[in-house]
């Protein structure tokens, strides 16, 4: 079989075709389950994104957190390559052991607070579009056009540990709540709330789930979100972030008694489940986090970013409120349609999308240096004040 070199991939590249033609080749034969920008993009690298005629975008979404280590991370990148030039990237049965799952299965799992040993839900929340996470999202349009949907949960407000506590019943198992909103309005709970969903589970013997995929690994100033609260849940979901955006990760980080009381063998199974190369991209992503210090980065940026906002906000006759945590921010507007402002935005090298229709999301990488932030501020003080 022939080697296929770095040159040869690069001929291989899409460069000679044009924008209108993918965008036309999307509408035409991909499913049409999102309202995109009208932007092409050829070329991801750190916080920019590059188009066909090599205009850059500020990427300020980060692709919802997947990127927080920067696009195409060069020690993320490398990790990768040698490893399928080394030949253990291929996947391989799980009837077998893989070293980059070992490796990758001890890393999370130390770096994650020490779980002790152990389902309600908040308003707002979204975890993601499964059949049964589905169930309980309280977004209609998640659930519209699905079933049967699965019985047995309970939605309550986001932030109310009143409403939480009212709705055990004798059947309940645990709660599952995102430390943060952030496809829900990027809102932050209201102080203590995850000390009182602590409090809530302990006194019932129920597990408390905290969702981190967006507001993990550092994206909020903090290693896991929950830690703004000094709060350790029974489990964590983790993912996005976990691997760099490169491949995609997820995992869910238990203590042992739990973990071995829902799995036995035969009871789960996944043909990509512990992927070699994946696992190589989450080894080395959770290293850039570690040792390039991206939590407390983006507790330092995000705290520039969010004083810069808040200015701007207060002369700006559009904007209700700005909220957020880290580089974590959104900035509600008083007449909704934030789309809208998001396509100026757009117009002006700034990538940012909507969260909820009211409220636009800003949440770069965490590697997002002082200039690009003065790039951005800028161009949001053009958008948001007339």
Known sequence: MAEISIKDINMIGFSQVTDDEILNFVKAYGAHHYKRLNLVVRKAEGVWLTDIKDKKYLDCLAAYSAANQGHHHPRIVRAVVEALLGGCGSVVSNMVYSDPLGIFSKKIATLVPQLGPRFGENGNNFHGRMITVVSFSSTP?????????????????????DAVEKAINKN???????????????????????????????????????????????????????????????????GKAISGGVLPLSV??????????????????????????????????????????????????????????????????????????GLFIGIEMKGGDAISYCRKLLDLGILANDSHGHTIRISPPLI??????????????????D
Request: charge should be negative.
């Open 141 to 161: 349009k998640y659930k519209t056009g699905f079933g049967p949907l699965t019985p047995g949960f309970v939605t309550v407000d986001y932030g109310d540990s």
């Open 368 to 385: 997002i240096n002082d200039n690009e932030i003065d790039y951005l501020a800028e161009r949001l003080e053009r958008v948001l004040i």
């Open 172 to 238: 309940t198992c645990g709660i599952l709540v995102e430390p943060m909103q952030g496809e829900g309005g990027m809102y932050i709970p209201p102080d203590g709330f995850l000390k009182q969903l602590r409090e809530i589970a302990d006194r019932h013997n129920l597990l408390l789930i905290f969702d981190e995929i967006q507001v993990g690994l550092g994206r909020t100033g903090k290693m896991f979100c929950f830690e703004h609260e000094n709060v350790i849940p029974d489990g964590v979901v983790l």
């Open 252 to 325: 869910f980080v238990t203590n042992s008694a739990l973990m071995d009381i829902a799995f036995q063998p035969g009871s789960d199974g996944s043909t990509f489940g512990g992927y070699p190369l994946a696992c190589v991209a989450g080894i080395a992503a959770l290293d850039v986090i570690v040792e390039e210090k991206l939590p407390a980065k983006s507790a330092e940026k995000g705290e520039i970013l969010k004083k810069k906002i808040m200015e701007i906000a207060a002369h700006s006759p559009h904007v209700k409120e700005v909220r957020g945590c």
